[in-house]
């Protein structure tokens, strides 16, 4: 199994470019969800979503947009994007159970200049 | 609203000495589960242990052990005799199961560094 997939692993956009970060996991999962992180600032939910066509927002959602149109996809999408946005991002799945641990994708690194 | 609290940034040991990463949580719901994920210099995320709000039992596997005290909402890990493969972020993390839906939430994380 390959787990959760994303790609790219690099991306470098300029200010004001869209972009979509790809999340693909074969696990069956339910629960899927974005991360960024930076440094001090530790792991910080995006949005997030408990089954197909079903997302929220989390902690930090302003500027990006999410869909959930098949149980095994949730790609991020940067409208506009921000220098702010910099980050490196991870998707995350688990069985809709929260006492599930999430599995990781290895995370995209995302440059904004 | 919950929320995870690792005051320690960064700690630096020598190899061989024993380490305590500390972890403060808040939530009002009663059940609720704790996590800790391992992040190393490669940089992907793994997940070490998992407790939930009912059991209280410390928990040991191998070098690491796990100690949860609900009396001051705490959930520490101590690794016993580090080695410089410890060197890593740490991430403690709860998830609740509120209002029919759930998140997990994530502590900043604690860098540890084990000097040879």
């Known amino acids: 199994n390959a787990g959760v997939t994303q790609t790219p692993k690099f991306q470098v956009l300029k200010t004001g470019q869209s972009m979509t970060l790809q999340c693909a996991q074969d696990m069956n999962h339910e629960y899927m969800s974005w991360y960024r992180q930076d440094p001090g600032m530790g792991l910080r939910l995006i949005h997030y979503?408990?089954?197909?066509?079903?997302?929220d927002q989390g902690e930090v959602p302003n500027g990006y947009n999410v869909s959930r149109s098949t149980t095994e996809d949730f790609p991020l999408r940067l409208l506009s994007a921000a220098p702010s946005q910099t980050s490196v991002y991870f998707c995350a799945s688990s069985p809709r159970s929260y006492n599930s641990p999430l599995h990781f994708g290895n995370g995209t690194r995302l440059t904004v200049t | 609203a919950q929320k995870v609290t690792q005051a320690q940034t960064e700690i630096s040991v020598v190899e061989k000495e024993d380490v305590t990463l500390d972890c403060v949580y808040e939530t009002r719901d009663t059940t609720y589960y704790l996590f800790w994920y391992k992040q190393p210099p490669s940089g992907e995320l793994v997940f070490l242990i998992r407790r939930n709000s009912f059991d209280e039992q410390n928990e040991i596997s191998g070098r690491y052990s796990w100690n949860f005290q609900k009396s001051t909402s705490s959930f520490n890990f101590t690794i016993t005799a580090s080695q410089v493969v410890d060197s890593a972020v740490y991430f403690c993390?709860?998830?609740?199961?509120?209002?029919?839906?759930?998140?997990?939430?994530f502590g900043t994380g604690t860098r540890l560094k084990v000097l040879a």
């Open positions: 979503s408990v089954g197909a066509g079903i997302t």
């Open positions: 993390a709860l998830n609740c199961l509120t209002s029919g839906t759930y998140k997990y939430i």
